[in-house]
């Protein structure tokens, strides 16, 4: 399956153009011959830990507009957005398949406290995964990339290939590169983070988007420039290293709740 990530500045606060954009970049991602296209965290908008402005519900005039996108261009639509929620809103990314349909859904789970998010939005409480092919895909968001243990549910649950929409800022780079490899490596999964560019009213973004190897290798790096980066996921390959590497048969040998009550 052929992924292109697409390295994009968000239309701040300007959610047409923000979908005029993505028209634009899902058009080139066929013409790469990409499967699926996945953009980085709130494209719509722009990352704002405090701006709750633009919410939508998943059945909402801006998520359609995704969909008639992925229809019109027939591929797959990674795309993030403020989503409506009982209380506060929730960061969400959603998968929309060639067909407009629905596929999966994933709410920011650990929304990023030292600026605030967790003030204005709700944490997600549940995994977002599909199957496309035999690939088996499952979503993070931005400071997600931290929990290791988030990563090794969906290790648990099957997944090949994690992507996760991000805004990291260009001040935390190191650890952007850092954690997209070693959630690679730990986990012995595909990792694609796919990062934003340009200067918000909130941050300053250098791209680099990164797309890790289940061996913990960077296999695609994207620069400082909007652009697409394009690779072909094998999931064969993070399931041949499961099988001659089986790390996680030696997880279960441990309960690590047990052992830390102690």
């Given at each position: 399956m052929i992924l292109c990530a697409a390295q994009i500045s968000p239309c701040w606060n300007d959610p047409q153009s923000g979908l005029k954009k993505m028209r634009q970049y899902a058009a080139e991602a066929v013409e790469g011959d990409a499967e699926l296209i996945a953009f980085p965290e709130q494209i719509l908008t722009g990352w704002d830990p405090h701006d709750t402005s633009y919410t939508t519900e998943e059945t909402g005039a801006l998520v359609d507009e995704m969909r008639e996108i992925a229809q019109e261009v027939s591929i797959g639509i990674i795309g993030s957005y403020r989503?409506?929620?009982?209380?506060?809103?929730l960061n969400t990314c959603i998968a929309i398949g060639p067909d407009g349909r629905t596929l999966a859904k994933?709410?920011?789970?650990?929304?990023?406290s030292p600026a605030g998010e967790d003030l204005h939005y709700s944490s997600g409480s549940t995994l977002g995964s599909y199957t496309v092919n035999s690939c088996t895909i499952g979503f993070a968001i931005c400071y997600d990339l931290r929990f290791a243990q988030l990563f090794q549910a969906y290790r648990?649950?099957?997944?090949?290939l994690m992507i996760i929409p991000s805004a990291w800022p260009s001040s935390r780079m190191k650890h952007f590169n850092l954690f997209t490899t070693?959630?690679?490596?730990?986990?012995?999964?595909?990792?694609?983070?796919v990062?934003?560019?340009?200067?918000?009213?909130?941050?300053?973004?250098i791209g680099g988007t990164c797309i890790a190897g289940p061996d913990g290798t960077i296999r695609a790096r994207g620069s400082d420039l909007e652009e697409l980066i394009f690779y072909d996921i094998h999931e064969e390959e993070a399931l041949t290293l499961r099988k001659n590497f089986p790390v996680h048969q030696d997880y279960e040998k441990v309960d690590y709740t047990e052992l830390l009550s102690r």
């Open positions: 989503e409506k929620g009982d209380e506060k809103p994933y709410s920011k789970i650990h929304l990023f648990n649950r099957g997944v090949h070693s959630r690679a490596a730990e986990f012995q999964t595909f990792v694609a983070s990062n934003t560019v340009g200067i918000t009213p909130v941050d300053t973004y």
